[in-house]
């Protein structure tokens, strides 16, 4: 009968299409102070807003469609003093509860009762875990990105070290979170409704800047049925709109600051960051309720600063060093020789004798294999010099020597870089006080190269990403009438992204191969082949050097170069058209009805080829339309003992791909990818137990389509290149079941206790192994690995939080989860990596790399505001100041152990545990009623202490590898500081506001 329903519903809205929710509700009941009786006719206004409402006969009224923000709220009736609730915040999706009780007056005598609002700690309409964050608390924590602010969020980690991520995700600039022991990649990100997700490898698609951001709402329960297309969390982003009045920010960050005050890592690192917005009225009379926001960010930085050993190799001849008394490594090798650490002498004079044939070499040496101290200098031909043409000396270890000619310099070293472009606006056309047109946009462009240990000494062989997004909207909201509005919204999101190495001069280099894609591309011309075969030397790549320049018989002119360039040569770009929208009515006090329609179409043009420099590289190519739509109708019903969030949601998606019709059969013909569909039934119940307790239940069913990546690999079908991995686009969608249950406690005026446990059940993940057979006819003997739904996982846990909120100049926010988080395989490709076949592919679960089973979040925030702290001589010196503290904890990574070279059972080992103190001060000054000019120091990693984010399979250890280590590897092989996370670096800002 409800799929009856929601389907007539549906039908009666197809002209509206559907979208996730970017308004809130604010409702309540007004009373006589004296009698304690409801008032009628009472009028409610929304100050600075064409929004308000009048009480019914029960003296209850309610106003739908509110952005989020804070609002006065008054009112107004004759006989009765007009009364004011100042700083009512609206929440996105949520009611906001405003009562009233008016003090009836005989004469008007202009008097007016204000009242400042209080949040209330327990809201039962949350049926699952939701957390805010509103544009002021961001403002006043230590985070740059979206990402940032997620992770401050129970049961949500971004996975840090290059080395724990996912293979290329780093390289190619992608964010690795995963939510209540989920996969990475199975989170909705929207931005003022519209979803703006990378269709090609998942994820977020782009970046928003901290300011443009009015609220941003991370659920991670079992979200309501108005969203989709995620199996673990929702990150629903509001931007700010224009208001009536002018308003202004400019903020300017920088580590140089810190750098210049002697902080060598912040010296280098080279951070600075200009952000800024302007909003309020178009002053053009012919255009009047036009308003407009804008804001922008430019950011750069160093990829990583890491904090090398004081082991370096000094190719100064010894002779140099014992014949000069004065240089500090005569002292030394002096002391070294009467500790008995240098055996070969016992003089500086006898050492003479010997210096034709000795080099020195650094510090006191550790040696790995033996854990024996070795001596500070070794023979000359022990190191094997040699010397290629063009490129630097060379040196190759042979059992004894410690040190890379290439490692010269000790302590803090600056890799890569950042940069980041943010314009995010938004046009607000209020055409009349029940119709509104929103013309959002925004432009972002990241650039950057990051580190790799591998190419410690090569850094111009790493490729450096260009990632590049826009978008643009239509947005139309109408106000029927007082209980009805709808919301349409067209889109358009468009992401361009490539990976090039560059040569001298910012020369890119080309990779030859044209013949790759010319049925495909009939003009494809890529440049001759100018990627030289990569070369190492003790375990490092060699650096990119140019050597020449060739002119070939085509009269094309090819640069020749020597060294390591990285393996992507790749240029993709998707666009995504999008039409939403939603009808939202109000029913009566007790239902809430939305339903509405989503609809996309993608184009997806890739092209990449990997290991350009060998004769049969890894190519990929295509250009793909898929289409994906949902619907949905779900009702809020609000009663005074219960509440329900009841939903359904119906899911569609043709991938319009190419694949064989078996997947595991190549002779099985060629067809077009399958539909895909479900219908996610989704509850949720709220009880309020008293006046300060609550309880709640959720429950849902999820869909999500596979990346695109995995649908689409290796579209041309070819059998014959290098190990072929192929996508399957007849793959269907992932599922997960979700469950969640807690109880919300308030203690006092201030506090709350939260405890929710919850459970997730995901079926039908993308997984790949390898198949052989044998096809007599054609193909004879093949093999090939395959992305199926051939992947599962499970996770549970347990969510713990305690909240204060501001009073007493402070508030409090500290969230615990436990979890435990399997699955047979962590990623996609794992099994395609790691050489599975049908019979080895694992069918039971183990734990994932990115499982923590504790994890601890916590921010704790001082507020002082004018005329608060102490006084001293007459000031109030910590008046206008805040302090806010982010403290992270929680259980280290699991690893592999390994024994004698053996791994043993998977991920069965765990790293040490991580801790961190971010903090921000701020100190503002009022320059009269209008101007306020703050000063910021953000310090991130506030202690400095070195989190073990790698370690040795072998020890668990992060600097000793153990007895099985290669032998003939050197010092600087297992120098190793990214093993270790961020360390302490500082940012100091001048922040200037005019409203």
Request: glycine share 8%.
């Amino acid at each position: 009968m409800l799929t009856a329903i929601a389907l007539v519903s549906i039908a009666a809205l197809a002209a509206v299409v559907a979208s996730a929710g970017t308004t809130g509700k604010i409702e309540g009941v007004v009373r006589d102070r004296q009698t304690g009786e409801p008032l009628p006719g009472v009028n409610i206004i929304l100050e600075q807003t064409t929004l308000g409402a009048a009480t019914d006969h029960n003296g209850h009224f309610f106003i739908i469609n509110v952005p989020p923000g804070v609002y006065n709220v008054t009112a107004r009736m004759i006989g009765y003093v007009t009364t004011t609730v100042r700083g009512v915040r609206v929440t996105v999706d949520l009611t906001t509860r405003v009562n009233f009780e008016l003090e009836p007056t005989v004469v008007d005598l202009g008097r007016e009762i204000v009242v400042e609002a209080e949040r209330p700690l327990i809201q039962p309409e949350v049926t699952a875990k939701r957390n805010v964050y509103t544009a002021e608390m961001i403002s006043n924590m230590p985070v740059n990105t979206v990402q940032d602010i997620m992770t401050l969020s129970s049961g949500i980690i971004q996975i840090e070290g290059y080395q724990n991520k996912i293979a290329g995700f780093d390289a190619r600039g992608l964010d690795q979170t995963h939510v209540r022991g989920g996969r990475s990649g199975q989170i909705a990100y929207m931005i003022d409704g519209v979803y703006v997700e990378d269709a090609i490898y998942a994820g977020m698609g782009t970046q928003v800047n901290r300011e443009a951001i009015d609220e941003l709402t991370v659920i991670t329960g079992a979200f309501d049925a108005e969203y989709g297309e995620a199996q673990s969390a929702v990150v629903n982003i509001v931007t700010k709109e224009g208001a009536s009045r002018f308003s202004s920010m400019l903020e300017m960050n920088s580590g140089e600051v810190a750098g210049w005050l002697g902080s060598e890592r912040d010296d280098l690192r080279n951070a600075h960051q200009v952000i800024g917005s302007v909003s309020g009225p178009v002053p053009l009379p012919f255009l009047r309720g036009l308003s407009f926001f804008l804001s922008g960010e430019q950011a750069y930085r160093k990829y990583a600063v890491l904090e090398y050993d004081k082991f370096t190799f000094d190719p100064t001849p010894l002779t140099d060093v014992l014949n000069n008394p004065k240089d500090p490594r005569y002292k030394q090798i002096e002391q070294q020789i009467q500790a008995g650490i240098i055996t070969e002498a016992k003089s500086i004079d006898e050492l003479k004798t010997k210096t034709n044939r000795y080099r020195y070499v650094g510090d006191v040496l550790r040696h790995w294999a033996t854990g024996a101290w070795r001596k500070a200098w070794s023979l000359e031909e022990d190191w094997g010099l040699d010397h290629v043409p063009g490129t630097r000396d060379s040196l190759e270890g042979d059992g004894i020597s410690e040190l890379i000619r290439w490692d010269d310099k000790a302590g803090w070293r600056a890799f890569g870089f950042y940069t980041n472009w943010d314009i995010t606006g938004k046009l607000t056309w209020r055409l009349s006080p029940s119709l509104k047109l929103l013309l959002p946009f925004s432009f972002n462009e990241r650039r950057f190269r990051n580190y790799d240990f591998w190419y410690t000494f090569a850094e111009k062989g790493r490729h450096i990403v260009t990632d590049r997004t826009e978008r643009q909207g239509i947005f139309l909201t109408h106000q029927i009438s007082p209980r009805m509005f709808y919301e349409i919204r067209a889109s358009r999101f468009w992401k361009y992204r490539k990976y090039r190495v560059y040569g001298i001069n910012d020369h890119e280099l080309t990779p030859g191969h044209a013949d790759l894609f010319r049925q495909f591309i009939p003009n494809a011309d890529f440049g001759p082949q100018e990627y030289p075969s990569p070369t190492t030397h003790g375990g490092f790549y060699d650096d990119l050097v140019f050597v020449r320049y060739d002119t070939l018989p085509d009269g094309r002119i090819k640069h020749v170069y020597y060294g390591s360039p990285t393996q992507y040569w790749t240029r993709n770009y998707q666009q995504t058209w999008q039409l939403q929208g939603s009808m939202t009515w109000q029913i009566h006090r007790n239902h809430q009805v939305k339903m509405g329609f989503d609809y996309k179409r993608h184009d997806l043009w890739f092209l990449e080829i990997q290991h350009p420099y060998i004769a049969n590289p890894y190519p990929e190519y295509y250009y793909t339309h898929p289409i994906e739509a949902s619907a949905y109708i779900q009702d809020k019903m609000e009663f005074q003992s219960f509440i329900v969030n009841a939903g359904l949601r119906w899911d569609f998606a043709d991938s319009k791909g190419r694949a064989w019709r078996d997947w595991s059969d190549p002779t099985s013909g060629v067809v077009q990818g399958k539909k895909k569909w479900q219908l996610s039934p989704r509850l949720g119940i709220g009880y309020p137990i008293t006046d300060k307790s609550t309880f709640h239940f959720a429950y849902g069913h999820f869909f999500q389509v596979p990346d695109y990546r995995d649908l689409y690999t290796n579209q041309t079908l070819n059998l014959n290149s290098p190990l072929p991995l192929f996508g399957w686009a007849n793959m269907d969608a992932a599922r997960t079941i979700q469950y969640e249950i807690g109880v919300d406690q308030q203690f006092g005026e201030d506090w709350k206790l939260s405890v929710a446990a919850w459970a997730k059940e995901n079926n039908g993940d993308p997984g790949s192994y390898r198949l052989t057979g044998f096809d007599p006819d054609s193909l004879g003997l093949y093999s090939y690995s395959i992305i199926t739904n051939s992947d599962f996982g499970s996770s549970r846990g347990l969510d713990i939080g305690l909240h204060k909120r501001l009073s007493h100049y402070y508030f409090l926010d500290i969230e615990y989860t436990w979890s435990v988080a399997k699955a047979n395989k962590y990623y996609s490709w794992a099994g395609y990596w790691e050489g599975d076949t049908e019979e080895s592919h694992p069918k039971r679960e183990y734990l994932m790399p990115w499982d923590r089973t504790h994890v601890i979040d916590a921010a704790v925030g001082f507020a002082l505001p004018p005329g608060g702290g102490p006084r001293v001589l007459g000031l109030r010196p910590l008046q206008n100041m805040t302090y806010q503290f982010i403290v992270r904890a929680g259980s280290g990574y699991p690893y592999t152990p390994t024994v004698g070279g053996q791994a043993l059972e998977p991920n069965t080992a765990r790293r040490p545990w991580m801790f961190t103190i971010d903090a921000v001060v701020r100190k503002d000054f009022l320059v009269g009623r209008s101007l306020r000019v703050g000063m910021l120091a953000r310090v991130y990693n506030l202690l400095d202490r070195k989190n073990v984010l790698e370690v040795y399979s072998e020890t668990g250890s992060p600097t000793d590898p153990g007895p099985y280590m290669s032998r003939t590897a050197t010092s600087t092989y297992y120098d190793r500081p990214h093993h270790f996370g961020s360390r302490r670096f500082i940012d100091l800002g001048l922040r200037i506001e005019f409203r």
